[in-house]
């Protein structure tokens, strides 16, 4: 009963803090942003101290009350310490990093702070993320914090909660902050066999195609003006066949084409099997073309032309931001 109280009102004053300022992509931690309460060591920190100040009173003590006042300085110094611990502490969004669902997605970040300064045992999370406790060593530190990526499209992160304890433990101050940062997150690669081309016929994997080239000789063909000399036959010339010019092609495979509507399955298991074939016609240095419905993506290959695949494969009925 009472953690599920105090999770709603924790959720009440995350919400609250970040609708108070909008997303960007550099923020400042100030006075204004910044929480700070005692906790449970710290208030009974609390409690002993009005403890001790009231047998200090009953008993009329000198050594009570200088224990008192004495143990009231820690506290308020602890409670100072702690909240410059996270002020003036400069975040800076850098980018997220692209994963396949059902992995981490990473999101990396730049902190700053005062010079002069060094900020210590500051926990960093995202709502849905892994927490992250580091030490700021030097000025413009970067660090990647990694929150869950259940399914296909862009990933945002949500709010970043930044809190710390230091140096006593006796207060929590904490604060929570909006950044522009997403992630693209990819379908998750499923195997099986590669998809038939349109109308049929063999996969792509063992057909060849020839193309103009200068790797096989294909044959002979009547010389005509205009052709190199270097393509005469003369050993057919000397045979009295006359000037016969050599012909040269080269086997390719053939560009293969990926088609959501020929693979088998709901449409999450067909783009989840087209993005593992796109990563492995890629390893294999093959030309492949996407259809999407009426996207279609022309045969290419190269690390550009596997991204652009993935994005649509990531993007594919999911509206927004391609």
């Not at 975040?91 to 999101?107: D, I, K, V």
């Not at 930044?162 to 101050?173: D, I, N, Q, S, V």
Request: aromatic residues 10%.
């Amino acid at each position: 009963m009472v953690d599920t109280l105090r999770s709603r009102l924790q959720g009440r004053v995350r919400r609250w803090a970040l609708k108070r300022y909008p997303r960007s992509r550099s923020v400042t931690l100030t006075q204004k942003r910044i929480f700070i309460l005692p906790t449970r060591a710290g208030a009974g920190f609390m409690l002993l101290l009005l403890m001790l100040l009231i047998m200090g009173v009953n008993y009329e003590n000198n050594l009570i009350y200088a224990i008192t006042f004495l143990a009231a300085g820690v506290f308020l110094v602890s409670c100072l310490h702690t909240y410059s611990n996270l002020a003036g502490i400069k975040l800076q969004a850098l980018r997220g990093n692209s994963c396949f669902a059902g992995e981490q997605a990473g999101f990396e970040l730049e902190l700053d702070h005062q010079a002069g300064r060094q900020p210590e045992q500051i926990r960093l999370q995202f709502e849905q993320g892994s927490p992250l406790l580091i030490d700021l060593e030097h000025r413009g530190q970067r660090l990647e914090l990694f929150c869950a990526a259940p399914e296909r499209g862009w990933l945002d992160p949500g709010g970043l909660k930044l809190e710390t304890c230091f140096p006593l433990g006796l207060f929590r101050a904490w604060t929570w902050v909006s950044l522009e940062l997403q992630a693209l997150v990819y379908p998750k690669p499923l195997g099986g066999e590669l998809p038939a081309p349109e109308g049929g016929g063999q996969s792509g994997e063992t057909g060849l195609q020839k193309r103009d080239g200068t790797d096989d000789f294909t044959g002979l063909e009547q010389f005509q003006p205009g052709m190199s000399l270097r393509q005469i036959d003369w050993k057919s010339y000397a045979r009295g066949l006359g000037l016969q010019a050599k012909q040269f092609g080269s086997q390719q495979n053939p560009d293969i084409w990926l088609d959501l509507e020929a693979c088998p399955g709901n449409l999450e298991q067909r783009l989840s099997r087209l993005t593992y074939w796109v990563l492995e016609l890629s390893r294999r240095e093959q030309r492949f073309g996407l259809r999407l419905g009426a996207l279609e993506l022309l045969p290419e290959q190269g690390d550009n032309h596997r991204y652009e695949a993935l994005k649509r494969l990531a993007l594919y009925g999911r509206g927004g931001r391609a």
